[in-house]
Structure formats: C-alpha cells, structure tokens
C-alpha cells in the first residue's frame, strides 16, 4: 500500500511538472518588443543668451525669447481679475500628437507644476498648458532671480529676471495695488463739557 501511495505521489509531482507556475516571462517578452513608434528624440535646451520678455498686440500676453528669433515661451492672462482667472503657459517646441506633460516653473524660491498637452498652434504642435491665477507657484517668475521652464523632451529654457512677467501675473490676479501709508496726524484730545 505504501508503494502505491508512493507511486501515485510521483506520478501527481509529475503532472504538476507539466503546468510551470505563473512568471513574468510573457510580460518581459512583450516589454522587449520595440514600440512601432515612441517619443520624437529630446531636444537640446536652448541658448538664452541675449533672450528678454516683450509684450505683444494682446496687453494680457507676453512672449520670451532672443529678438529676431522664433518665440521660446508664451504667457498669457486668461478671464483677467476673475475669480476664475487663469495663467496660459506655452512651450513653444515639437509635441508628439496625444502627448500630455507636466511642466514644471522653478524659481524665486517656488516650484510650480503645470499640466501640459500638445496643441496645434498656427500648423506646429507645443505644449500649451493653464492654471489658476491665484496658484501662488507663479510667484517663481518674480523679478529677483532667473527662472526656469522644463518640458520632458523639451529642454530647460532659462528665463532671464524681468519684471513683466510677474506684472502680468499680479494683473491677472487683480491684486490690488499696495496701500499708500496715511500719515498719523496726533490731535489733541477732545474735551465734552456737559450741556446746561
């Protein structure tokens, strides 16, 4: 009896050898595949030497880049001194069709992360991205020190300090211009005498 059972122990290890348990192997071969099409290649960051911030025909938008040459980035005031008012932020570089970003705005002690997708701009595709006015990360384009914009794929633009762009951020807030200090004037002390 104890032979049969031994028996039919092997002959079960066996069939379980037929069945190997589950592994990551067919995932690790499809992960291997080449993809039929991947991102474009990252582009190099660009030179800023010279690069300024100017205004433009919209008093609510401003662009960034070398003079005579093609627009780094674009900032512009979208529903200006509402409470829904909205900073637009424009990478102007190739985006892939369908492709969607975070782009991220450090400076001035601030990090700020705006969502960004590619958009068809007069027949190219950037990256085009909006956040709300009173999101307190615009404060990094403050006039102080210089900023910087990075796009996956897109480089890092390196903002030269400009007091524009900060401007237009406070404009667009509707921030309301700083109190002017009224002088203490000291009066002397009013004195009632009773009425008769």
């Known amino acids: 009896m104890r032979g049969l059972l031994a028996f039919a122990l092997i002959g079960l290890a066996g069939l379980s050898g037929c069945k190997p348990p589950p592994t990551d192997s067919a995932a690790?071969?499809?992960?291997?595949?080449?993809?039929?099409?991947?991102?474009?290649?990252?582009?190099?960051?660009?030179?800023?030497?010279?690069?300024?911030?100017?205004?433009?025909?919209?008093?609510?938008?401003?662009?960034?880049?070398i003079p005579g040459q093609p627009v780094l980035l674009a900032l512009e005031c979208l529903d200006p001194k509402a409470?829904?008012?909205?900073?637009?932020?424009?990478?102007?570089?190739?985006?892939?069709?369908?492709?969607?970003?975070?782009?991220?705005?450090?400076?001035?002690?601030?990090?700020?992360?705006?969502?960004?997708?590619?958009?068809?701009?007069?027949?190219?595709?950037?990256?085009?991205?909006?956040?709300?006015a009173l999101t307190p990360e615009w404060d990094a384009l403050k006039p102080e020190r210089e900023a910087t914009v990075t796009v996956p794929g897109a480089g890092l633009v390196?903002?030269?300090?400009?007091?524009?762009?900060?401007?237009?951020?406070?404009?667009?807030?509707?921030?309301?211009?700083p109190p002017v200090p009224v002088p203490q004037v000291e009066t002397a002390p009013i004195?009632?005498?009773?009425?008769?």
């Open 158 to 177: 390196r903002l030269n300090p400009s007091p524009l762009p900060m401007a237009l951020v406070e404009a667009c807030r509707g921030a309301p211009p």
């Open 191 to 196: 004195v009632m005498s009773p009425i008769p």
């Open 28 to 65: 690790a071969r499809v992960s291997l595949l080449a993809p039929a099409q991947g991102p474009s290649a990252p582009l190099p960051s660009p030179d800023v030497t010279g690069a300024v911030w100017a205004s433009t025909a919209n008093p609510l938008r401003l662009v960034y880049g």
């Open 83 to 132: 409470p829904a008012a909205r900073l637009k932020i424009t990478r102007h570089a190739p985006a892939d069709p369908g492709a969607s970003a975070l782009l991220a705005l450090i400076g001035n002690g601030f990090i700020g992360r705006v969502p960004v997708d590619a958009t068809s701009l007069k027949g190219q595709r950037v990256w085009e991205g909006e956040a709300p």
